[in-house]
């Protein structure tokens, strides 16, 4: 079994905001490629591409794969235009092996982004579909789930995952 991609909370890339893709390049489609089977591999249902060590604004995500249903998604440089109501989520990381957080969302979002074949979509998403795009695109800004919480309880939460490291190893 390959060693994985997947970089762990402190890795600097996720940190790091991620540069716009002008382009969509044979390089581009390759690591798309990379983080659908990451994404799949590792039972997530989204992932930022500098949650592979690559600061560029893509993000894969299927929240349907939870209901054995496939409805993947590959954004190119997404942004969120539009956002209402507020929702209560609780969400892991994949960068965050072991830690799960509940932390207040839109309840709703609008993303604009390209498609690998470079056309502009949207998606209006709610509950669920709103909260992982949101987390994903947050990746994409350097925010991770442990900026959304307190200091006490980020170092609290270190020392969970520095224990579910050396589980990995």
């Given at each position: ?52 060590g690559v600061t560029k ?24 235009v539009g956002c209402s ?30 498609s690998l074949d470079e ?51």
């Amino acid at each position: 079994m390959s060693k994985s991609s997947i970089k762990l909370y402190p890795y600097h890339t996720l940190f790091e905001k991620s540069k716009e893709i002008l382009s969509v390049t044979d390089d581009i489609r390759a690591l798309s490629s990379l983080m659908c089977d990451e994404m799949y591999t590792h039972g997530g249902v989204g992932l930022a591409a500098n949650q592979v060590g690559v600061t560029k604004r893509i993000i894969v995500v299927d929240v349907e794969r939870l209901a054995n249903k496939q409805s993947l998604r590959v954004l190119i440089n997404p942004v969120i235009v539009g956002c209402s109501g507020r929702l209560n989520s609780t969400e892991a990381c994949l960068s965050l092996p072991g830690i799960s957080l509940t932390v207040e969302r839109f309840g709703q979002v609008t993303v604009r982004a390209f498609s690998l074949d470079e056309k502009e979509i949207e998606i209006e998403a709610t509950g669920l579909l709103a909260a992982c795009l949101s987390h994903e695109i947050d990746h994409l800004d350097g925010i991770t789930l442990m900026s959304k919480v307190s200091s006490l309880k980020r170092k609290m939460l270190i020392d969970i995952l520095n224990r579910a490291k050396r589980e990995l190893v």
